[in-house]
């Protein structure tokens, strides 16, 4: 089974991003880059089942030079080959993404497709629907169990009231949520063996944008908060401030 993992290199939550003089994007120095972490838990998604069924794990990552380090630490956690799809800086738009990763897919033999469901930066949650739809394959997102067998795969997607469990043929798209399971972490010998694997480069095929950020801000100052200590008419305090001063009632 040939198994591709569309990835993308996300700034980490702990970092303190700063803001362009037209504030157009976030500056990029000084930001701590990650494997998003339900790509990073779809890559292992596909080294188990490449452990069990046999075959290869291909990363695919889109992005300027910086997205190798991504490349090399999933590499180090178990895949076999990556390409970068090399543009000088991530497109904004999820339909140019999703694009530029169904051009080289559709290149390539894969028997199954595995993405992140959503990545912790833009949050669009769009890129395994929209590959779904450009290479007519079966999609489904969200998913939290999946096995797949010689006729094609179950994958289970909790909703509000339950499960809703998928059968689909192959190939698929599965959009993978990181409550599946802890991803392992690269061993010294992963590490080493990964510095030594070739990633193959090519240049992005990009779409024209629809979509372009205008600006954007970063969130208000926390101010300073009331403590309130309990006493008669305490809950009557609470409500007024919150309408009042909060104005979230």
Known sequence: MNIAVCIKQTADTES????????????????????NPHDESAIEVAVRLRDERGGTVTLLALGPDRVESALRQGLAIGADFAVHLQCDAMPDDPKTVAGALAHIIS??????VLTGEVAIDGAGAQVPQRLGVLLNWPCVTGVEELKVTSDGLTARHPVEQGDEIHICNLPAIIG???RIGEPRYPSFRGIMKAKRKPIEKEAAVLEFAQLRIESLALPASRSDGKILTYEDGVAARVVALLREEAKVI
Do not use: C, H, K, Q
């Open 16 to 35: 303190r991003p700063t803001l362009s003089a037209d504030r157009s994007r976030v500056e990029e120095e000084g930001l701590v880059w990650i494997i």
């Open 107 to 112: 290149t390539r033999d894969f028997d199954l």
């Open 176 to 178: 993978i949520n990181r």
